[in-house]
């Protein structure tokens, strides 16, 4: 009985290091993928999302730049022409385009950087994805594989959406704009009288 017990005895410990040595080869083969996972993903820094906001902004502030230009140019005419653009009125009708193109540009600015949060989101995500199904093949070279392909899907540019019409409201300044919005039409957003919408994003 006891040369019985002694062979299981044995059988048992070989069993255990085999588990255990299995278990050490598994471990190794997760920190081999970490770690090539992790230089896949390393290329997404602080300055990658950065990247990804100036691009946005260098995208849109043109845009929004050449409308306020247009916008400008057409309320000042329109100013003019009535004979308002030295009066109360007529410097605060472009003093409110003015403060219309500042709310714009940080709306811009916070859009801007909504894309490069945006892409950190669905980027980490991804790695996250990629690492836990690594613990739980401990499959290296598949978890290399999707994370070359997350980086890929990473580093494609956002579809950004456009701009509208941002300040045509201001043109008729002086004239048919403050006059229907004195009246109480609330499409306008010249600012000039109260608003029962209250204030309004300026970028569509």
């Given at each position: 009985m006891s040369f019985l017990f002694g062979d299981s005895g044995k059988a048992a410990q070989q069993a255990a290091e085999q588990a255990r040595a299995e278990e050490a080869?598994?471990?190794?083969?997760?920190?081999?993928g970490l770690e090539r996972v992790n230089n896949v993903f390393?290329?997404?820094?602080d300055n990658y999302?950065?990247?990804?906001?100036?691009a946005a902004l260098?995208?849109?502030?043109p845009e929004?730049?050449?409308?306020?230009?247009?916008?400008?140019?057409a309320a000042t005419y329109n100013l003019a022409r009535g004979g308002k653009l030295q009066s109360t009125a007529g410097a605060e009708a472009l003093r409110k385009l003015s403060e219309a193109k500042a709310?714009?540009?940080?709306d811009i600015a916070n859009r801007a950087q909504g894309y490069a949060t945006d892409t950190r989101k669905s980027i980490?995500?991804?790695r996250n994805d990629v690492i836990g199904n690594l613990y739980a093949s401990a499959d290296p070279e598949a978890a290399y594989s999707s994370a070359v392909t997350a980086a890929e899907l990473?580093?494609?540019?956002?579809?950004?959406?456009?701009?509208?019409d941002l300040f045509s409201a201001f043109i008729a300044t002086g004239g048919n704009a403050l006059a229907a919005e004195r009246a109480g039409y609330q499409g306008l957003g010249t600012g000039l009288f109260s608003n029962r919408s209250g204030s309004a994003r300026v970028v569509a």
């Open positions: 080869a598994r471990q190794a083969r997760i920190s081999s390393g290329q997404f820094d999302y950065k990247g990804v906001s100036d260098n995208y849109y502030q929004v730049d050449r409308q306020y230009a247009e916008a400008r140019k709310r714009t540009d940080v980490e995500g991804q990473g580093r494609q540019a956002p579809t950004y959406s456009p701009l509208g």
